[in-house]
């Protein structure tokens, strides 16, 4: 069967970090959506998403296909339904349409299909703190999965573990000195990772391939750190979501930072306001500041964006992709995409400059800047430009 996994109603919810990927290309857990969905289904999938996303990310459709929403996590009873699904069968959860299956080139009328109706829980993500808050069941979910009749590599004598069993080293993992504690959640290290003396991890925690956490970080789940990517300091709850930098000393808790982000040195975000109300955060689709419902809530940085040594974050700041941001004091609480500058004001960084600094971050960790990706940023860059000081 071939299986498209299709944006839904909530993309927009979720910018600034759908800007430049599908929903399904989100991470959470040690996974992204994505690669959840492919290894319950066994199976390669497509997307449908925007159309200026679609060559990146283009979709195959055959003469049959299984369409399932990206906001949604699987699970293993969707999983046994979806994989069941026959001609003309919808699956739903109340009004919310969770897969269907499609026949190439007809039109869809769900008057005419047989519904499904779902009336088990799973998780979907609606917002973009719905991330960090459903972090450490994925995890967890993934762990399992990943993990599932397999046995860790050796952990080091001198390393200090706790609840080993919920602990998973890959292999050419370098470990010395540090504390694993798993009693709270699972901790899984991917392969070629590097866990640097002196460091404190409490799970659930996941790192993936070629990452790096510095000496005596402290960590507190559930956190992920995607792909090439590097933390120090103190962290708590927080998505990393792949080759992204906080190297440095400083606090950061209840975030969900993009892919090819670097936090300068001291870098510090607030995650609860001084007279402990329920954080607003900007809003996409209403162009204006929502209640989060949440009393806990950081940074949510669009991908490519990066801060200077020193800077302050408010509690609910909402960072677009590729902003520049420096200087003392707290800037505002959204800034738009291609922003340049602080607290004292912002101007436009300028896109060529924005897309050649692109190039060489990737370059430093051997990937590669493509015409795709810089039509995409363009994209982006004139989309997100009625946000902007001229």
């Known amino acids: 069967m071939n299986y498209i996994l299709f944006d839904g109603e909530y993309r927009n919810n979720l910018l600034p970090l759908t800007y430049t990927k599908p929903v399904a290309d989100l991470r959470l857990g040690i996974l992204t959506i994505r690669e959840k969905w492919e290894k319950w289904l066994g199976s390669a999938t497509t997307t449908v998403t925007e159309d200026y996303l679609s060559e990146k990310f283009p979709m195959v459709e055959m003469e049959e296909n299984v369409m399932i ?45 047989d519904i499904i109706e779902f009336k ?25 999965l990943i993990t ?46 590097q866990v640097m003396e002196g460091s404190m991890i409490r799970g659930p925690f996941a790192m993936g391939e070629h990452s790096v956490v510095k000496m005596g970080t402290k960590v507190y789940g559930p956190t992920t750190l995607g792909p090439k990517s590097k933390i120090g300091g103190e962290v708590n709850n927080v998505i990393l979501s792949g080759y992204c930098s906080k190297g440095h000393d400083g606090y950061l808790g ?26 607003k955060i900007w809003d996409y689709t209403k162009e204006r500041f929502i209640n989060t419902g949440l009393q806990f809530c950081g940074l949510i940085m669009g991908d490519h964006s990066k801060c200077g040594i020193n800077t302050m974050f408010n509690t609910g700041t909402v960072i677009g992709v590729s902003a520049n941001i420096y200087g003392s004091n707290f800037p505002r609480n959204f800034i738009p995409s291609f922003s340049w500058g602080g607290a004292a004001g912002f101007t436009t960084y300028a896109f060529k400059k924005a897309s050649e600094t692109a190039d060489l971050v990737m370059s430093r960790k051997n990937e590669n800047f493509s015409e795709e990706d810089e039509k995409i940023m363009k994209h982006v860059f004139d989309l997100s430009a009625k946000y902007r000081t001229k």
């Not at 069941?137 to 762990?143: G, M, N, T």
């Open 254 to 279: 209840n975030s969900v930072i993009g892919e090819w982000c670097n936090l300068g040195a001291d870098t510090n975000n607030s995650n609860l306001k001084n007279n402990y109300a329920q954080v």
């Open 148 to 193: 599932a009749g397999r046995e860790s590599a050796p952990i080091p004598e001198t390393v200090h573990c706790i609840n080993k069993d919920r602990i998973f080293l890959e292999e050419d993992v370098e470990i010395e000195i540090g504390v694993l504690n798993a009693s709270k959640g699972a901790i899984y290290i991917g392969k070629h990772a």
């Open 120 to 144: 088990d829980e799973f998780i979907q993500i609606k917002h973009s703190w719905d991330l960090f808050q459903n972090n450490g069941e994925a995890l967890e979910s993934d762990f399992d």
């Open 69 to 113: 929403n990206a906001s949604v996590l699987p699970n293993e009873k969707l999983v046994e339904l979806i994989t069941n699904l026959k001609p003309y069968q919808a699956l739903l959860k109340g009004d919310e349409l969770l897969a269907f299956y499609a026949k190439e080139g007809e039109e869809i009328d769900f008057d005419t299909f």
